[in-house]
């Protein structure tokens, strides 16, 4: 069974500029989520999706960040007009649904984002 | 406010000794608990979830404990070796109505031969 797949692993960009990450969730997982780790913090949810609907998206941090999971199957984050503090490393994670939150989050390898 | 507290930031040990990575919350009003280990520019790799009403989950050599009282969790990695190397996150699932989990910032690892 394929894991979570991200690309690109690294991206590397001006500001100003716009990058789109892609998520690909493991096969079957209705749950999709967005984190990221900054320089130097902890790693933060940014949103969650349930299939196609955005269940929780309080972690976005300002509107420059755009989300979607049109057909409830691959998901995409896109940051536009990228800013320096933007940098770090993008990570999203799957779950199936049910048996609410009884199940672990698996995690895809990152994207590594460069914002100069 | 949940804040997830890893201690200790960094741990250095020789191959074969029993180590103890611990994780403090500060709502103990948790769901559960997840250990995660992350290898230098790779994911991460879940390793043990704790359900909030079990005490303890073990996987090969590593044990994970839970008292959601006291906000603590404990991962008990025996024998160590050397590809235990790694950073060692845990994450809370904070309450029933979010599946937001809190990291804490992590404890790195190595374990030399």
């Known amino acids: 069974e394929a894991g979570v797949t991200q690309f690109p692993s690294h991206s590397v960009i001006e500001k100003g500029q716009t990058v789109t990450l892609r998520c690909d969730p493991i096969s079957g997982h209705d749950n999709l989520y967005w984190y990221r780790r900054v320089m130097g913090k902890e790693i933060k949810f940014l949103l969650h999706?349930?299939?196609?609907?955005?269940?929780?998206e309080s972690g976005m941090p300002n509107n420059r960040f755009l989300a979607e999971r049109t057909g409830g199957t691959y998901s995409t984050l896109k940051v536009q007009p990228a800013e320096l503090e933007d940098s770090g490393v993008y990570f999203c994670?799957?779950?199936?649904?049910?048996?609410?939150?009884?199940?672990?989050?698996?995690f895809g390898p990152g994207t590594r984002l460069t914002v100069t | 406010k949940q804040e997830v507290t890893q201690i200790p930031a960094a741990l250095s040990v020789p191959e074969g000794e029993n180590l103890v990575l611990n994780c403090s919350f500060t709502d103990s009003a948790i769901y559960n608990l997840q250990w995660f280990r992350q290898d230098p520019g790779k994911g991460l790799t879940s390793l043990l979830l704790?359900?909030?009403?079990?005490r303890e989950q073990t996987s090969g050599r590593l044990n994970a404990s839970l008292d959601k009282s006291s906000g603590r969790s404990t991962l008990y990695i025996a024998a160590s070796q050397p590809g235990d190397s790694a950073t060692y996150l845990c994450a809370v699932l904070k309450s029933y109505n979010t599946d937001k989990l809190i990291f804490g910032t992590g404890t790195r690892l190595q374990v030399f031969p």
């Open positions: 704790i359900q909030s009403s079990q």
């Open positions: 999706f349930v299939k196609e609907s955005k269940q929780d």
């Open positions: 994670a799957s779950s199936p649904l049910g048996q609410a939150r009884a199940y672990e989050q698996y």
